[in-house]
């Protein structure tokens, strides 16, 4: 498995005098049939009058920024001010984000880069060649410019606040030195989030759940969306419960993992999410960043493990239940008293929420 994914990309070139002459023969009169085919011309706009002159009203303005949306709904337009004041919001939250200054950062980063080395070092015996290499490429690539990258989401899908449309925050760890570690970390941890019981991997897994269920006439679809779920994530605990997991579960159940290397590995690239916004530096002291490689089997099973120790409880009420991260559908079977079915229902949700 991780010798498909963790590879790093081959720069090898053959030597233009080993390269037969009948290949750049046939190259050249392909890329030539190619131009014919393709060219450039001029084609009827199907915008209106308006619609153009709104497009080049904005493309001149340069007051304006053009961020992602949520839910893939393409760009939006906002002015640079609002953009950094909305991004404000986030990072100056006190129990999420503590600021560093540029010195802090990079001496950050390099006790990061020296971490992840000395874990490099330390468990090379369950590590391949690849995983090893990829690691390391990393890690030189991102030397630069070691830190994740912060920027948001307009949620335009939900309605606007006084304050203007809710943003989610997202921590791009691409550029970031941990990125290669957390990639390793994801390839353990997916075998063990496809394992819970609440997973299914897409809407047609999840058509087909639903197609095989005996509905009674009682039964009412729920569905729910957890708020903030990453950043509600309390890296401490989590760390704690996931860890006890896979001590648990190493040559049990699963045996593509080794539980010290794992949850070492698991502590350098949770703790130590380092962020860069313009020319500001952050350090997430809490949650988890949307953005990090491994957050979703990170978020799937600290859920998992709660919601499995509650659930077993209401199988009488609940008769389907699936989470996909952070939403939720379910099945709930009504008692036939109202006033026992609400308290019921009152007393699940609080459970479900703790």
């Known amino acids: 498995m991780e010798q498909n994914k963790l590879y790093v990309k081959s720069l090898w070139s053959p030597p233009l005098a080993e390269i037969p002459t009948w290949v750049d023969s046939r190259l050249s009169k392909f890329f030539a049939r190619i131009r014919d ?3 450039r011309r001029r084609a009827t706009p199907n915008l209106l009058p308006y619609q153009e002159a709104t497009l080049r009203k904005l493309r001149n303005d340069t007051n304006l920024l053009f961020p ?5 709904l393409g760009p939006c337009a906002v002015t640079y001010d609002q953009y950094v004041a909305d991004t404000l919001v986030h990072l100056t939250d006190p129990t999420i984000f503590t600021r560093l200054s540029r ?3 990079w001496n950050a980063a390099n006790t990061i880069d020296q971490d ?3 874990w490099l070092s330390s468990h090379k015996q369950v590590l391949n060649k690849d995983a090893i290499r990829f690691i390391e490429n990393h890690l030189y690539e991102n030397r630069k410019s070691p830190f994740g990258q912060f920027y948001m989401l307009y949620k335009i899908h939900k309605p606007p606040t006084p304050r203007g449309y809710p943003t989610r925050p997202v921590c791009s760890d691409v550029s970031s030195l941990p990125h290669g570690l957390g990639k390793w970390v994801d390839i353990q941890l997916q075998p063990l989030a ?4 609440s997973y299914f991997q897409d809407s047609y897994c999840l058509k087909q759940l639903l197609f095989n269920i005996q509905i009674t006439p009682y039964a009412l679809l729920f569905t729910a969306d957890a708020k903030s779920m ?3 994530i ?3 605990p989590a760390l704690k419960h996931i860890s006890n997991l896979l001590r648990n579960e190493e040559g049990r159940t699963f045996h593509h993992y080794d539980a010290p290397a794992l949850i070492e590995a698991l502590e350098i690239v949770f703790k130590n999410n380092i962020l860069q916004f313009r020319d500001t530096y952050w350090r997430q002291i809490s949650g988890t960043g949307m953005g990090i490689a491994p957050a979703p089997p990170w978020a799937t099973i600290n859920f998992a493990i709660h919601k499995n120790s509650v659930l077993p409880c209401w199988t009488l009420q609940v008769l389907f239940y699936r989470r996909f ?5 379910g099945i709930w079977v009504c008692d036939e008293d109202p006033e026992r079915n609400n308290a019921l229902w009152t007393q699940f949700t609080c459970e479900m929420q703790q």
Do not use: M, S, V
């Not at 496809?194 to 019981?197: G, L, S, V």
């Not at 991260?325 to 559908?329: A, E, K, M, N, Q």
């Open 68 to 72: 992602d949306t949520d839910k893939g």
């Open 103 to 105: 010195e802090e950062a």
């Open 194 to 197: 496809r394992a819970q019981p």
């Open 116 to 118: 992840i080395r000395l």
């Open 234 to 236: 309390r890296t401490g």
């Open 325 to 329: 991260i952070d939403d939720i559908i």
């Open 37 to 39: 085919l393709f060219y």
């Open 230 to 232: 990453y950043t509600n």
